[in-house]
């Protein structure tokens, strides 16, 4: 877990010591953590049940500026649902949407896009979890000055698929689910 921790916070900040957004290698960098917030309806017909839940999502996000508002890159990340452990990884872009100056607020948008791994994820219960597309467009504000680090707010939707394969029961023939999770997802984070 320290490895993780390094590789995808502490890492990059040490990184960005050597070098600037002005650098010939104009490195982006984009750290977040953060909660999944959403309601889920299990059951079926009479015996339904409408849950709130919470889950702790992390996220990083590094690559390349293509010039001052726009930065691509690759991501990877670990989401906590109930029922699976999932690492998504895939591309992610950020638009920062109010002019470059040397105020210390401004705001940006991001999309993510990616599939969401079930590598890690260990069921007592004998289920068999498959990750699926993850999609996450969201809206965010930073706090710092442009070309050095500063903190960010983001508030996004976040959409994750999963397949569940279930331990047949008596007379059963085939148990399985198809689950997506849509969730609200508030995250706060460095960038450089």
Not at 7 to 29: E, I, R, T, Y
Not at 77 to 94: H, I, K
Not at 126 to 131: D, S
Request: proline letters at 4%; a positive charge.
């Amino acid at each position: 877990m320290k490895l993780l921790l390094y590789l995808c916070v502490l890492w990059p900040l040490s990184a960005s010591q050597a070098q600037s957004v002005g650098s010939k290698w104009p490195f982006f960098h984009h750290s977040e953590v953060g909660g999944l917030f959403g309601r889920v309806v299990s059951g079926a017909n009479l015996n339904e049940v409408v849950e709130n839940r919470t889950n702790l999502s992390v996220q990083t996000l590094n690559g390349v500026r293509l010039n001052k508002r726009v930065a691509v890159g690759g991501l990877v990340g670990m989401d906590w649902y109930t029922g699976a452990l999932l690492t998504p990884v895939g591309v992610g872009a950020r638009y920062q949407f109010t002019r470059p100056s040397d105020q210390n607020l401004s705001a940006f948008v991001s999309a993510d896009a990616g599939y969401g791994f079930s590598w890690f994820d260990k069921s007592s219960t004998g289920y068999t979890v498959r990750g699926g597309l993850m999609l996450n467009p969201g809206v965010g504000i930073r706090l710092g000055k442009p070309g050095k680090g500063g903190f960010t707010v983001t508030f996004s939707y976040k959409r994750q698929e999963a397949q569940v394969e279930k331990p047949l029961r008596w007379g059963e023939i085939k148990r399985d689910e198809t689950r997506i999770y849509n969730r609200l997802s508030i995250r706060v984070g460095v960038s450089l």
